[in-house]
C-alpha cells in the first residue's frame, strides 16, 4: 500500500532535515568547534527517518553510533540534540554523552552505544520487558553490516527467536565497517539471510526507498505486536562521507559514490512528490528552506550554551552512592 | 536457639523471600530455572514462578544485556553466572552498559540488575573455573562488587544488592556454600558500603574477605597468645569501599595486614594499601603487608593449588613481620 501524499511529505521533510542537521555537524566539526569525532549519516536518510516514522512514541529504540538523525526523528528537540554534540550544558545529556551517546527515555531512544554489539543484546531485556510486563511496545535496534561480526549479534537472535521477543532488527548495510566491504568480512551475499539460520523472518530492502522501509517495518512491528517474534531487515544504503569526518574514505572504488549519489533517498522522495503527488518544485524548496533555518537555530541555541560546570563530572555514577570528588 | 543454614541455604531463601516480595523481580541464566542452578541455588523458584525463572541459551552476553535492557524498564533481574570466570564473556555489557547506565541517563533510570557469580579457588577446577575476579571490576565506577562471608551476611547482603538501584556483582565463594550460620527467617537488609570490625585489637589490623577470613581468625586466636592484639575488618562491600572503617583501625592499630585470595599484582590489597598509605602514612609504624595468592594461573592438582594460595602460616609471617618494626 503506497504512503499518502501527507505521510510522504512528513518523511520528506524529516530525511531533509536529517540532510541539513548532519551537513551542520560537519562544518561545525571540520572548524573544530565540535570537540572528539563525528559518525555521519548523509545518504542513509531514507533508513532512518523510515524506521523511526513506523514505529509508536512508546517503541524502544536504540540507534546506532550513525544515528543523530534517528534520535532527532524519536521526538527530542533537535537544539538540544545539537547542543548535547558540542558538548554543552543544554545538551540533552548534559554533555556526559556527545555524538555517539545520546538518549532521551521520553521518547524512548535508549540511546547509542559506542561499542558494536553492545545494544543488540540490551534490546533484548527491553523487548523482554514488554513480554513481562504484557505491553505492546517492540524494541528496534539499529546496527550496520559491520556489527554483524559481533558474537553478541548471535546470542541476541538465538535468545530472541527462540523465546520469540518483539525486536526488529534494524540492518542498515551502507557497505563498509569503516574500510571494509560486507562482502569481505561476511559470506552471505544478503547478511539479511543470515537470520535464516535461527529461523528468523527476514527481509532485504532498499534503504534508499522510504516507502520500501516504512512498509518493511509496519510488517515486522505488527509481526512483533502479534507475538510472532523477531525480524531481520537488511537496508542497502550508502554512507556519502568516510567513517567518521575527516575520513577521505579512499578505500572506495572510483565512481561508487557518484554511483549511489544517484540514488539519493531524497531527491527520489522529491521526484515522487512531484511526479505522483503534484507537489510543485517552490512547495519542496519551501520545505527545504524551513528545515534550514530550523537547524540554523539548533546551531545558534548550541553555540551559545555554556560549558557544563566541571563538577558535573562527578554527578549520576550512581543511584546510591556520592562519589568521592578530591580535586 | 537460633535457626542454622548454610551459606547456599541462605541465598536460596533470599532469593525466594525476594521473589515474593517484588513481583519485578526474576531470575535468569543457565540451568536456573527448571534444575535450579549448577550449585543449587536457585532450588525451588521455577516450580513456584515458572514465568519468572528463566533458562537461558549459554550465552552470557545476552543473559547481562538482557538484565540491563530490563532493568532500565523497571525490572529487577537477578542473573547467575555459573562461574565467575565467564564474566570475561559478558564483560562488555557490564563494563560498557550496567555500570555506564544511571550516568548516561542522567539518573532518570538506573540499573537496578544483580549478577551473582561464584567465585573463588579451592575446588580443583583450574584455571577458568577458580579465579577471584574482584579486581577485574573494581576498577570500573557504576559497578558494586559485595562479597558477603557468612550465611547471615549472604542473605542480608543479597536482600540489599537486589533492592538497591545500581548494578550490583554478587561474589558467592565456592568454598563456603556449606559453610553454616545463624540466619534469620524473616527478610533483612544489610547495609551496602559499609565494612564489618568482626574482632577487636589494638595491634594489627587484618582486612580479608570470604575465605581468607577464616585465616585471619585463626591466625588472630594464636597471636593473642602471644600477647598481640588483632582488629579484623571484613569490608563485605568491596568496591565502592568503606575507607573510613579500615582507616580509623588502622590509625589505632598503625599496622595493616591485607589477605587477599587472588593474584597480588593489582589485586584489591594493593589499592588498600595505597589508600591506607597516602590517607593516614604517619600513624602507620610497620610496612604495609599484602598475604595474597601467587601471581599464576590456578592449576587443577591439589598440591599445586594448593600451594598456590595463602594459608595461615603466611598471615602469621606477615602479622610477626610487621610487629617486629
Known amino acids: 500500500m503506497a504512503l499518502t501524499k501527507k505521510r510522504l511529505l512528513e518523511l520528506y521533510c524529516d530525511m531533509v532535515s536529517i540532510r541539513k542537521f548532519e551537513e551542520a555537524v560537519e562544518n561545525y566539526s571540520k572548524n573544530g568547534t565540535i570537540p572528539g569525532f563525528i559518525h555521519l549519516s548523509i545518504g542513509q536518510e531514507a533508513a532512518q527517518a523510515g524506521v523511526v516514522g513506523a514505529l509508536k512514541k512508546t517503541d524502544y529504540k536504540f540507534p546506532d553510533h550513525r544515528g543523530h538523525g534517528a534520535i532527532c526523528l524519536c521526538g527530542t528537540e533537535k537544539k538540544r540534540v545539537m547542543a548535547e554534540i558540542f558538548g554543552k550544558v543544554d545538551g540533552i545529556n548534559g554533555g556526559r554523552g556527545g555524538s555517539m551517546h545520546i538518549n532521551d527515555l521520553s521518547c524512548r ?81 544478503q547478511l539479511a539471510t543470515w537470520a535464516d539460520g535461527y529461523e528468523v523472518p527476514n527481509e532485504v530492502v532498499d534503504g534508499n526507498d522510504i516507502e520500501a522501509v516504512v512498509e518493511a517495518v509496519e510488517r515486522a512491528a505488527e509481526r512483533a505486536r502479534k507475538g510472532e517474534g523477531p525480524t531481520l531487515l537488511e537496508f542497502m544504503t550508502y554512507r556519502w562521507q568516510g567513517h567518521f569526518s ?35 518544485g517552490a512547495e519542496l524548496d519551501e520545505l527545504d528552506a524551513r528545515a534550514d533555518a530550523e537547524i540554523a537555530e539548533a546551531v545558534q541555541f548550541a553555540l551559545d550554551s555554556p560549558w557544563p560546570d566541571p563538577k558535573n563530572a562527578l554527578k549520576h555514577v550512581y543511584a546510591t552512592v556520592q562519589v568521592e570528588d578530591w580535586k | ?110 540499573c537496578p540488575i544483580v549478577v551473582r557469580a561464584v567465585t573463588g579457588s579451592g575446588i580443583r577446577c583450574a584455571y577458568h573455573h577458580s579465579q577471584s575476579i574482584e579486581p577485574w571490576l573494581m576498577n570500573i565506577p557504576g559497578l558494586i562488587i559485595v562479597a558477603p562471608a557468612t550465611p547471615y551476611e549472604a542473605k542480608g547482603m543479597l536482600i540489599s544488592a537486589i533492592r538497591n538501584n545500581d548494578p550490583v556483582v554478587f561474589l558467592e565463594h565456592k568454598l563456603l556454600y556449606n559453610r553454616k550460620g545463624e ?36 591466625a588472630a586466636k594464636e597471636l593473642e597468645n602471644e600477647g598481640v592484639g588483632v582488629e579484623i575488618i571484613d569490608p563485605r562491600t568491596l568496591f565502592p569501599l568503606d575507607k573510613r572503617t579500615i582507616i580509623e583501625s588502622v590509625a589505632k592499630t598503625g599496622r595493616l595486614v591485607v589477605v587477599q ?65
Not at chain 1, 561480526?149 to 551502507?174: D, F, Q, V
Not at chain 2, 543457565?30 to 541459551?57: N, S, Y
Request: aromatic fraction near 8%; proline fraction near 5%.
Open chain 1, 109 to 189: 531512544n535508549m540511546g547509542f552505544n559506542g561499542i558494536q554489539g553492545s545494544t543488540v543484546v540490551t534490546a533484548l531485556g527491553t523487548a523482554f520487558a514488554s513480554t513481562y510486563k504484557k505491553t505492546d511496545a517492540v524494541t528496534a535496534v539499529f546496527m550496520g553490516d559491520g556489527t554483524l561480526g559481533e558474537g553478541t549479534c548471535h546470542e541476541s537472535m538465538n535468545m530472541a527467536a527462540t523465546w520469540k521477543l518483539p525486536i526488529i532488527y534494524c540492518l542498515l548495510n551502507n557497505q563498509y565497517a569503516i574500510s571494509t566491504h560486507y562482502t569481505e568480512s561476511h559470506p552471505q551475499k
Open chain 2, 261 to 325: 585470595e587472588g593474584p597480588k599484582v593489582m589485586g584489591f590489597g594493593a589499592e588498600i594499601g595505597a589508600m591506607v598509605s597516602e590517607e593516614i602514612f604517619e600513624y602507620l609504624r610497620a610496612p604495609i603487608k599484602r598475604v595474597t595468592s601467587l601471581d599464576v594461573p590456578i592449576a587443577f592438582s591439589p598440591e599445586l593449588e594448593d600451594y598456590v594460595n595463602p594459608t595461615m602460616d603466611h598471615v602469621l609471617a606477615a602479622c610477626r613481620s610487621v610487629m617486629s618494626f
Open chain 1, 246 to 280: 575527516g575520513d577521505p574514505a579512499a578505500y572506495r572504488p572510483d565512481g561508487e559514490l557518484e554511483a549511489w549519489q544517484q540514488k539519493c533517498p531524497i531527491n527520489r522522495s522529491r521526484k515522487q512528490l512531484m511526479e505522483i503527488h503534484g507537489c510543485s
Open chain 2, 1 to 110: 536457639m537460633a535457626r542454622k543454614l548454610s551459606y547456599a541455604k541462605a541465598i536460596n531463601e533470599a532469593l525466594h523471600q525476594e521473589m515474593e516480595h517484588d513481583p519485578s523481580v526474576f531470575i535468569l541464566g543457565e540451568d536456573v530455572a527448571r534444575m535450579g542452578g549448577d550449585f543449587g541455588i536457585t532450588q525451588g523458584i521455577w516450580h513456584k514462578w515458572p514465568d519468572r525463572a528463566r533458562d537461558t541459551a549459554l550465552s552470557e552476553s545476552a543473559i547481562i544485556g538482557l538484565s540491563v535492557g530490563s532493568a532500565v524498564c523497571g525490572l529487577r533481574p537477578v542473573a547467575e553466572l555459573m562461574f565467575a570466570d565467564f564474566v570475561t564473556v559478558c564483560y562488555d555489557q557490564l563494563v560498557n552498559n550496567a555500570a555506564k547506565i544511571h550516568f548516561m541517563y542522567g539518573g532518570e533510570a538506573s
Open chain 2, 183 to 218: 540466619v534469620p527467617v524473616e527478610p533483612y537488609e544489610i547495609e551496602l558500603f559499609k565494612a564489618e570490625i568482626e574482632r577487636k585489637g589494638d595491634d594489627i589490623t587484618i582486612v580479608a574477605t570470604m575465605r581468607m577470613l577464616d585465616l585471619a581468625h585463626a
